[in-house]
């Protein structure tokens, strides 16, 4: 059940088209942001570990460049976005070759990637165009895991060289 707007409820996530409650609490706002307001509880079992989130938090704030420290929840083991962002950029670097630049690339990690999924890019030419005396190609990037799931989306611009 969705909690109105401005109102505290237990976060969940979609996976495999199944919800689970990851024992965090967070609101919406009105403009559709989502903010984080604590844990349900303070357990947390990763890899068959049982572990308060209070002894997390506090192991990371005694070292001297933390300043501030909030462990939250997720349904399993995933990655944090980066190679994500590297491969949209294999996906164009490989179709360009050794006689081309990768001129842009912008991404947007849209989930969590859990350990486990299969992630597919897909890459469409949107515009094929002249900029000075530089042959230019423009992509836009989808990445969907197994299921259908947006995980990443991108834009890219790759320089031709004849």
């Known amino acids: 059940m969705e909690s109105a707007t401005g ?3 237990e976060i969940a996530v979609r996976r495999k088209g199944r919800w689970f409650r990851v024992k965090d609490k967070g609101y919406k706002d009105e403009d559709g942001y989502f903010f984080h307001g604590g844990r349900s509880d303070d357990v947390i079992i990763s890899a068959g570990w ?3 989130a209070i002894e997390i938090e506090d192991s990371l704030l005694k070292h001297p460049a ?3 420290a909030a462990v939250i929840g997720a349904p399993a083991a995933y990655d944090y976005g980066p190679e994500r962002c590297s491969w949209l950029s294999h996906i ?3 179709w360009i070759g050794d006689d081309g630049f990768l001129t842009s690339l912008k991404s947007e990690i849209r989930r969590h ?5 299969v992630i597919y890019i897909d890459a469409e030419i949107t ?3 002249r900029s000075g005396s530089r042959d230019l190609v ?3 990037l989808l990445a969907k895991n197994q299921d259908g799931e947006l995980s990443a ?3 890219a611009v790759a320089e031709l060289i004849k």
């Open 7 to 9: 109102q505290s409820g």
């Open 50 to 52: 049982t572990m308060s």
């Open 66 to 68: 933390v300043k501030e």
């Open 92 to 94: 164009i670097t490989n």
């Open 113 to 117: 990637n859990p350990e486990g999924d």
């Open 127 to 129: 515009d094929k165009y």
């Open 138 to 140: 423009s992509f836009k």
């Open 153 to 155: 989306t991108g834009t």
